[in-house]
């Protein structure tokens, strides 16, 4: 890494650290502080609950532009209650090998874990364009740790069956299937990909759904019977409309609701036509209480992403569908 993204973020953090966030209370929209100080850097990420802990997974923003490429890479959090997290370091480093293709200076985002039972490893799938490329490489990242903190090692990046593959989420459904879900077609469509049972691979079946409807930021839950879908339209780093799909399968075929989010942010004014500012990253289910699930977006600022902020909302279930209301503060209950 940079010697003078290092000394910048490292300044701006401490800069940041300061006033910390009430406890017990999520913030949305708030600087929220890890339980040393620092603001938590851990931006278009999602959360894996592992054996009473939740890890909390992000990209690692450095600051001002230099932020758009990844110079650090994924920075995991734990925590019991959701509210409070311990800073357990990177989790998975950009590499100094300038060959490599997660070398520094290329592009990671929204990294995803889950847990596979029959290899007992940690599998970490992210957005990886290649450095130099923009955003033309549009591949899939897949590395693997033994411990939930890692150190995760990088396997190997591709096109998920041959397709291109940027914005992304990972969902394992009841029976232990694991899929990878992503912006696909130039981010028109987007890919539903069975992985195979060591949770590194393809087994070839991939559905289509959003057909040409420019959906990205996908994040995934089931309640009920249904699967729910809410993703974002692609305008880069501005916010926009969030939508809302439903299916009985993740096979399909999947219904177009509309827009979840309700209410408006006071302190921005910004209201449920731009989400609040902010673009969804994950749906979180919270463990040992059924049918809890908690929204997760990020408030971007690609003029310094280490700026960029977190919102975390709870879901409400209504009529088989699911909506999300703006809240100042919230307590989230875990046990
Ligand atoms: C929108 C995507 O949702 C983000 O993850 C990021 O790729 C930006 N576009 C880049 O402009």
Request: hydrophobic letters at 40%; glycine letters at 10%; one cysteine or more.
């Given at each position: 890494?940079?010697?003078?993204?290092?000394?910048?973020?490292?300044?701006?953090?401490?800069?940041?650290?300061?006033?910390?966030?009430?406890?017990?209370?999520?913030?949305?929209?708030?600087?929220?502080?890890?339980?040393?100080?620092?603001?938590?850097?851990?931006?278009?990420?999602?959360?894996?609950?592992?054996?009473?802990?939740?890890?909390?997974?992000?990209?690692?923003?450095?600051?001002?532009?230099?932020?758009?490429?990844?110079?650090?890479?994924?920075?995991?959090?734990?925590?019991?209650?959701?509210?409070?997290?311990?800073?357990?370091?990177?989790?998975?480093?950009?590499?100094?090998?300038?060959?490599?293709?997660?070398?520094?200076?290329?592009?990671?985002?929204?990294?995803?874990?889950i847990?596979?039972?029959?290899?007992?490893?940690?599998?970490?799938?992210?957005?990886?364009?290649?450095?130099?490329?923009?955003?033309?490489?549009?591949?899939?990242?897949?590395?693997?740790?033994?411990?939930?903190?890692?150190?995760?090692?990088?396997?190997?990046?591709?096109?998920p069956n041959?397709?291109?593959?940027?914005?992304?989420?990972l969902f394992v459904d009841?029976d232990g299937k694991a899929y990878h879900i992503f912006?696909?077609?130039?981010?028109?469509?987007?890919h539903i990909d069975e992985l195979t049972d060591d949770f590194l691979d393809y087994t070839g079946r991939s559905v289509?759904?959003?057909?040409?409807?420019?959906?990205?930021?996908?994040?995934?839950?089931?309640?009920?019977?249904?699967?729910?879908?809410?993703?974002?339209?692609?305008?880069?780093?501005?916010?926009?409309?969030?939508?809302?799909?439903?299916?009985?399968s993740l096979q399909?075929?999947?219904?177009?609701?509309?827009?979840?989010?309700?209410?408006?942010?006071?302190?921005?004014?910004?209201?449920?036509?731009?989400?609040?500012?902010?673009?969804?990253?994950?749906?979180?289910?919270?463990?040992?209480?059924?049918?809890?699930?908690?929204?997760?977006?990020?408030?971007?600022?690609?003029?310094?992403?280490?700026?960029?902020?977190?919102?975390?909302?709870?879901?409400?279930?209504?009529?088989?569908?699911?909506?999300?209301?703006?809240?100042?503060?919230?307590?989230?209950?875990?046990?």
């Amino acid at each position: 890494m940079n010697l003078k993204h290092l000394a910048l973020g490292v300044a701006a953090a401490l800069a940041a650290t300061g006033a910390a966030a009430q406890p017990d209370e999520i913030r949305p929209g708030a600087l929220w502080h890890d339980t040393s100080g620092h603001v938590i850097n851990a931006h278009g990420g999602g959360v894996l609950f592992d054996r009473g802990v939740y890890w909390w997974y992000g990209e690692h923003k450095v600051y001002g532009r230099a932020g758009n490429k990844a110079h650090v890479g994924v920075h995991v959090y734990s925590s019991a209650d959701l509210v409070n997290w311990d800073d357990r370091g990177i989790a998975l480093a950009v590499s100094e090998d300038p060959q490599s293709d997660i070398a520094d200076g290329c592009i990671i985002e929204r990294p995803k874990v889950i847990f596979c039972p029959k290899t007992g490893r940690y599998v970490m799938f992210f957005h990886l364009e290649l450095k130099g490329q923009g955003y033309k490489a549009a591949r899939a990242g897949i590395a693997v740790a033994e411990r939930p903190e890692g150190p995760f090692a990088f396997q190997r990046s591709l096109r998920p069956n041959g397709a291109m593959s940027r914005d992304m989420t990972l969902f394992v459904d009841d029976d232990g299937k694991a899929y990878h879900i992503f912006a696909s077609e130039e981010n028109r469509t987007t890919h539903i990909d069975e992985l195979t049972d060591d949770f590194l691979d393809y087994t070839g079946r991939s559905v289509r759904m959003a057909v040409d409807e420019s959906t990205e930021a996908q994040a995934v839950c089931k309640r009920g019977g249904w699967y729910f879908l809410i993703g974002s339209g692609c305008t880069g780093w501005r916010p926009n409309t969030a939508r809302l799909y439903r299916a009985k399968s993740l096979q399909g075929p999947w219904e177009r609701l509309g827009n979840p989010c309700r209410g408006t942010r006071p302190e921005t004014g910004l209201g449920p036509d731009l989400t609040w500012g902010a673009q969804s990253t994950f749906l979180l289910p919270v463990a040992g209480r059924p049918g809890e699930v908690i929204a997760l977006f990020d408030i971007w600022n690609p003029a310094n992403h280490e700026e960029s902020r977190y919102v975390w909302l709870p879901v409400m279930f209504e009529a088989d569908r699911l909506w999300i209301d703006w809240k100042t503060a919230w307590r989230p209950q875990v046990r």
